[in-house]
C-alpha cells in the first residue's frame, strides 16, 4: 500500500505548482460529533470512489447513544474507507487522512493517524468550551502540536454557513450541511468528480428540495473552496481498479443478507416470514425486508425477542421460510425456542448479527464472541448447524446456503454475522438470477404411510403444512416416538432420537464442498479464521507470502458442522494460528475436534483486527 | 381469516368422534378439562370448516396438553409462548382457523407479553383460558389468579401476592372479544364457544375450571346447585343484570361503583339496574363487570365485549397487496439490480 507519507512531510515546501498524484490505495477516516452526519459522508465518499470503479472497505464506528452531548470524547462518530486499485480487504489499519468535526474527533482518533498523515480540521468547532469538553487545554491545531501532520485547517462551520447564507432555512439546518461542505473537500482532494453526487441529493431530499439545494450548494462551496484556494498543491488520484467486470453496488452486510433471504424465498417459491424484535446492530435487515412486501416477504415485529423466534416457528409449521434476526442478547433470551424448533425438526434461519458482549456489552462494536452459544448455547443435546459469513457480500450467499441447509434437512441454522460486516460496505458484483443455487421445497401432501417422523436419507422428516387433509397431526416439545411422534418417555427411544438429531446435522457435513486454501498446500503455518476476520488475514498472510513465507489461510463458513477435509488440511502445516475477536472460541472447537495444538490470537476491543497485528504473529510463528 | 369468502365448505358433515385422536386422555380423574374438550370436540364439526384447517396450539400446563387429544393439526410448544408462535402462524396462513389453549400460569405469568399483545394486535386467534388458579403440573403452587392468603407449597404463610381477573387484562389489552364460562355449565360454555369462533379478530375465553387435586372447588359457589343461581350472573347483550334464584337481585351503578340490589325492594325497579352492552365502543362497562366477584358480587359469565375491528392478518394481506399494486409483483433481477449500480468494462 502506497502511503501519502511516503509523498509528503509537514517538513516538506509547498510544491509551485498543482499536481496530481497517483496511489495504489488511500484510508481515510471523517470524525466529528454524533450528529454530524458523518457517517453519511463517509457513506456518499464510499459511493463516489465506487462508482469510479474503485474497491473499497469501510468501517463505520459510532457510538451506542443517538446523540450524544455534543463536543464529548464519547460521542465521536467515524466512518472509515480503504479504496484501491487492487482488491481491498479491510477498511485499512491507520488513516492516510483524518476529517476532525472537532477537537474530541481529533483527541480520540489521532492516535491512530499515520506519522505525517493529512489532517483536515473544522476549526469553527475548535473554541474553548469544545477544547475543554475534549481535555486539551490550548488549542492543537495553534500550539504546534501537530507539528508532524501536514494540518488543514477550514472553517467548515462558518464557511457552509456563508455559502447558505441566502438559504430558508434555519441555522440548525445550516449547520448540518457542513458534512456535505466537508464531502466536496474530500472529492477535490481525491480527484472525484461531483456530478453524481449532486444527482444523489437531489434524489434523496426529492421531497424537501430547500434542503436538496443547501446540501448541493455546501457541496459545491466545498469542492470549490479546495480548488479554488490551491489549498492542497497536490491532489491525488487513486488509479483506476483492475476488478471483475460487471455490474456492481455497494452494498452493507445486512442489506446484502436481506437481499439473500429474498432470493432464498424466490428461488424456493415458497414466502419469506421475519419476525423479529429490533436490536442493533442486526435491526437493518428488518428494514429492509419490510420495503420488500410486495416480494411475497411477511414482515412481523414482535413483541420481544423470544416472540421473534416463536412466530418464526408459527410461520415455517405453516410453510413459508422463517427467519429471526438478532444480536447476542437477543440470542440468549431466543434459546429455549431453539431447543423448540429442534425438537419440532422445522426449517428455520435464526441470523445473530455479533456485538461486543456479555449483557448489553459494546452494543454498536464488533466481536465474534457468541460462536460457542451457537453451536452448544441450549439445553439438552441441541444440535443446531452453524455457518458465518466473512464479508458484506458473503452475508448474500450465506443467506441462500443457510436457508438450502434448513429446508433439506430440516431445521433451524444459525447464521452468524457481526456488526462490523453488517454495517460495512463494499463493491457487489450483482449476480446474475440463472446463476443462484436452486432450492427445493418439497411439501408432504400424501396421507398413505404418513408418519410425522419418519426420515429420508438425509435423516429429515417430511415438511406438512397444516390444511393438508387427511395428515393432521400433533407436534410438540416433548421427545417424541421415533416414527409417529406421539410423545414417548421411553429411555430407549429417547437415546435413539437424540443420536438421530445429532447424527442429522453431523450429515450435513457431506454437503460441505472442500475448503479452500489460500497459499502453498503445506508449510509452516496454517491461519484458520471465520468470519469477518477474512480480510485482515488475507492481506497479513499475502504480505507474509511476499516476504517468501510458507502460510497458508483456510477461511471457515461452516463452523457446525467442520468441513470434512479441515482436520486432513491441518496436519499438513508445522502450525495452526487461529486469530479471533473473542478468547479463543474455535481454538476450543478444533481441538475438542482434532486435538490440535492450535495457537491463538485474541482481540477483544471492539475493533477489527490491524493487519499488523496478525502479521506480526505470523512472523512469530514461522 | 374466516371470512365467509374463505371458508371452503367440509366435503362430507364432521362429527364429534371425527375430532377425537387416538391418544389416551391423560388429566386426573374428574378435571375440568374433560368438559371443555369435549365442548370444543362438539362444536368444532358445526363450524363449517374443514379438519385439516384447525390448527391447536399450546403452551405448557394441564391445559396444554389439549391438543393431543384433538385430531386437528396441533402444537405442544413451550411454556407461555404458543400466542406467539400462533400469531406467526394466522400470519402466514390466515385461511387456517388457529386456536390457542392456555392456562392462569402459562398465558398470565411466563406467557404475559404474548397474551397482551396478541389481543392489542387483534390477531385472529381464539385463544381459551382454562383459568383453575392454582399451578397443576408442578403440583399446586399460587397462579397470578389465586387468591391473596392462599397456602400452597410455595407459599405454606399464605401468598402475599395480589391476583388480578384474566377478563380485565384482556380488556385493557384492548381485545375485542372477551368472555368467560364456567366447566359446570357446558350449554353456555359451547355456546360461548360458537361465539368466539365467529369472531373476527382475536376472541378470548376463560373458563373457570376445577382442579379436582390442587385446588378442588374454587368455584364452589358457581358450581354448587344450591348457590349459584345467586353466585354468577348471565350476561345477555340488552338486558338488564338480573339474577338470582328469584329473579330479583341486580346491579345498580352508584358513583362508578357496583351497588347490590334487591327488584321490588326500597323502590327498586329493573329500570334502576345496568343494562349490559357488549357492542359499547367504549370499554368501560365490560371493565367494570370484570371486576365483580365472589363473595360481594356474582361472577359474570358470558359475553362481555364483542366489537368490530380489523384483523390484524387482513390488515397485513391488503398492506401486501397495496405493495403489490403500487409496486409491481416483485421481481428478484430487478431488486437485485435497484439502488446506485455501476459497471465496470
Not at chain 1, 195 to 203: A, P, S, T
Request: glycine share 10%.
Amino acid at each position: 500500500m502506497a502511503t501519502l507519507q511516503a509523498t509528503h512531510s509537514a517538513e516538506r515546501p509547498p510544491a509551485p505548482e498543482h499536481r496530481v498524484e497517483e496511489l495504489d490505495s488511500v484510508v481515510i477516516r471523517f470524525v466529528g460529533d454524533s450528529g454530524d452526519g458523518m457517517q453519511l459522508t463517509g457513506t456518499e465518499f464510499s459511493k463516489a470512489v465506487g462508482e469510479a470503479g474503485h474497491d473499497f472497505t469501510t468501517h463505520p464506528d459510532y457510538p451506542s447513544e443517538i446523540r450524544a452531548p455534543t463536543g464529548t470524547l464519547f460521542g465521536v462518530s467515524g466512518y472509515q474507507i480503504q479504496y484501491s486499485s487492487r482488491p481491498v480487504f479491510t477498511s485499512g489499519d491507520a488513516p492516510d487522512v483524518l476529517v476532525v468535526m472537532n477537537p474530541a474527533a481529533l483527541k480520540t482518533n489521532l492516535p491512530d493517524l499515520k506519522r505525517g498523515g493529512i489532517i483536515i480540521a473544522n476549526t469553527g468547532a475548535f473554541a474553548d468550551s469544545n477544547l475543554a469538553k475534549a481535555g486539551y487545554q490550548s488549542n492543537p491545531l495553534e500550539d504546534g502540536s501537530l507539528d508532524g501532520y501536514q494540518l488543514f485547517k477550514i472553517d467548515i462551520s462558518d464557511l457552509t454557513a456563508n455559502a447558505l447564507a441566502h438559504s430558508s432555512l434555519s441555522k440548525k439546518d445550516v449547520g448540518r450541511c457542513k458534512n456535505y461542505f466537508a464531502l466536496g473537500v474530500m472529492l477535490c482532494l481525491y480527484s472525484r468528480p461531483f456530478d453524481k453526487e449532486i444527482e444523489d441529493i437531489r434524489k434523496k431530499f426529492a421531497k424537501k428540495p430547500e434542503f436538496a439545494a443547501a446540501n448541493i450548494a455546501a457541496l459545491n462551496a466545498g469542492y470549490a473552496y479546495a480548488e479554488a484556494r490551491e489549498m492542497f498543491a497536490t491532489t491525488y488520484q487513486v488509479r483506476p481498479s483492475t476488478a471483475v467486470p460487471g455490474k456492481y453496488r455497494s452494498i452493507t452486510g445486512n442489506s446484502a443478507a436481506a437481499l439473500g433471504f429474498v432470493a432464498a424465498a424466490e428461488l424456493s417459491g415458497v414466502p419469506l416470514f421475519i419476525g423479529s424484535y429490533p436490536i442493533t446492530p442486526a435491526t437493518d435487515i428488518l428494514h429492509d425486508l419490510a420495503t420488500f412486501k410486495n416480494y411475497q416477504v411477511t414482515t412481523f415485529q414482535a413483541e420481544d425477542e423470544i416472540a421473534g423466534l416463536c412466530s418464526t416457528i408459527g410461520a415455517a409449521y405453516g410453510g413459508s421460510l422463517g427467519l429471526t434476526t438478532t444480536s447476542g442478547p437477543g440470542m440468549a433470551l431466543k434459546t429455549e425456542a431453539l431447543g423448540l424448533a429442534v425438537m419440532l425438526e422445522l426449517p428455520l434461519v435464526v441470523v445473530n448479527v455479533q456485538r461486543g458482549g456479555p449483557s448489553t456489552g459494546l452494543p454498536t462494536k464488533s466481536e465474534q464472541s457468541d460462536l460457542l452459544q451457537a453451536v452448544y448455547g441450549r439445553n439438552g443435546e441441541c444440535p443446531v448447524p452453524v455457518i458465518a459469513s466473512y464479508s458484506p457480500s458473503d452475508c448474500f450467499d450465506c443467506a441462500i446456503e443457510a436457508f438450502r441447509i434448513a429446508v433439506k434437512y430440516m431445521t433451524p441454522v444459525i447464521l452468524l454475522s457481526d456488526g462490523g460486516i453488517g454495517n460495512a460496505a463494499e463493491p457487489w458484483r450483482i449476480p446474475d438470477v440463472a446463476s443462484l443455487p436452486k432450492l427445493k421445497v418439497r411439501y408432504r401432501t400424501e396421507p398413505e404411510g404418513f408418519q410425522a417422523y419418519a426420515r429420508d436419507e438425509n435423516l429429515a422428516r417430511a415438511w406438512v403444512k397444516p390444511g393438508t387433509p387427511g395428515m393432521e397431526h400433533r407436534i410438540g416439545g416433548l421427545e417424541k416416538d421415533f416414527l409417529t411422534g406421539n410423545i414417548s418417555h421411553n429411555p430407549l427411544n429417547h437415546q435413539r432420537m437424540v443420536e438421530v438429531r445429532a447424527a442429522k446435522v453431523a450429515g450435513i457435513v457431506k454437503d460441505i464442498p472442500p475448503s479452500r486454501v489460500d497459499g502453498p498446500d503445506s508449510g509452516d503455518l496454517l491461519i484458520i479464521g471465520w468470519g469477518s476476520t477474512f480480510g485482515s488475514i488475507t492481506q497479513a498472510r499475502e504480505k507474509a507470502a511476499a516476504e517468501g513465507k510458507a502460510v497458508a489461510h483456510v477461511h471457515l463458513r461452516h463452523l457446525n458442522p467442520l468441513p470434512a477435509d479441515l482436520g486432513a488440511i491441518m496436519k499438513r502445516y508445522k502450525k495452526v494460528l487461529v486469530p479471533e475477536l473473542n478468547l479463543g472460541q474455535l481454538s476450543r472447537l478444533l481441538r475438542e475436534h482434532y486435538l490440535v495444538d492450535a495457537v491463538q490470537l485474541n482481540k477483544v476491543q471492539g475493533k477489527p483486527f490491524m493487519v499488523a497485528e496478525i502479521y506480526d504473529r505470523i512472523l512469530e510463528l514461522c | 381469516m374466516n371470512s365467509p369468502n374463505d371458508i371452503i365448505a367440509p366435503e362430507r358433515a364432521l362429527a364429534k368422534k371425527d375430532f377425537e385422536s387416538d391418544q389416551d386422555v391423560r388429566w386426573c380423574p374428574g378435571c375440568g378439562d374433560y368438559a371443555v374438550l369435549a365442548q370444543v370436540q362438539k362444536i368444532l364439526p358445526t363450524l363449517g370448516i374443514p379438519r385439516e384447517n384447525f390448527a391447536f396450539i399450546s403452551g405448557i400446563g394441564c391445559s396444554s396438553r389439549f391438543p393431543y387429544y384433538l385430531e386437528t393439526y396441533g402444537m405442544h410448544s413451550i411454556h407461555g409462548r404458543a400466542p406467539a408462535i400462533a400469531s406467526g402462524l394466522k400470519l402466514s396462513r390466515p385461511e387456517l382457523s388457529v386456536w390457542v389453549v392456555t392456562g392462569d400460569g402459562d398465558a398470565l405469568a411466563i406467557g404475559g407479553n404474548h397474551f397482551i399483545h396478541a389481543m392489542r394486535r387483534n390477531i385472529g386467534l381464539k385463544i381459551i383460558l382454562l383459568n383453575n388458579r392454582i399451578y397443576g403440573l408442578t403440583k399446586g403452587q399460587y397462579s397470578p389468579t389465586s387468591e391473596m392468603g392462599k397456602k400452597t407449597k410455595s407459599t405454606p404463610l399464605g401468598s402475599i401476592d395480589r391476583p388480578f381477573s384474566p377478563v380485565a387484562v384482556a380488556l385493557g389489552a384492548g381485545a375485542t372479544f372477551v368472555a368467560r364460562a364456567v366447566d359446570s355449565d357446558l350449554k353456555h360454555m359451547a355456546s360461548v364457544l360458537e361465539r368466539a369462533a365467529a369472531h373476527q379478530g382475536t376472541a378470548f375465553v376463560e373458563i373457570l375450571q376445577n382442579c379436582v387435586v390442587f385446588n378442588d372447588d374454587a368455584y364452589g359457589a358457581l358450581t354448587n346447585k344450591a348457590t349459584r343461581a345467586d353466585a354468577g350472573i348471565y350476561l345477555e347483550h340488552g338486558k338488564p343484570l338480573l339474577f338470582g334464584k328469584d329473579r330479583n337481585k341486580g346491579i345498580r351503578l352508584k358513583s362508578w361503583a357496583p351497588e347490590l340490589v334487591t327488584v321490588g325492594e326500597n323502590g327498586v325497579t329493573e329500570a334502576d339496574l345496568v343494562v349490559h352492552d357488549e357492542k359499547a365502543a367504549n370499554g368501560g362497562l365490560a371493565f367494570f363487570l370484570s371486576q365483580l366477584e365472589n363473595p360481594e358480587f356474582p361472577v359474570p359469565l358470558g359475553v362481555f365485549r364483542d366489537v368490530a375491528a380489523p384483523a390484524y392478518e387482513q390488515l397485513n394481506k391488503e398492506m401486501a397487496e397495496n405493495a403489490v399494486a403500487a409496486k409491481g409483483k416483485g421481481d428478484l433481477a430487478r431488486l437485485l439490480n435497484s439502488g446506485d449500480t455501476w459497471t465496470i468494462a
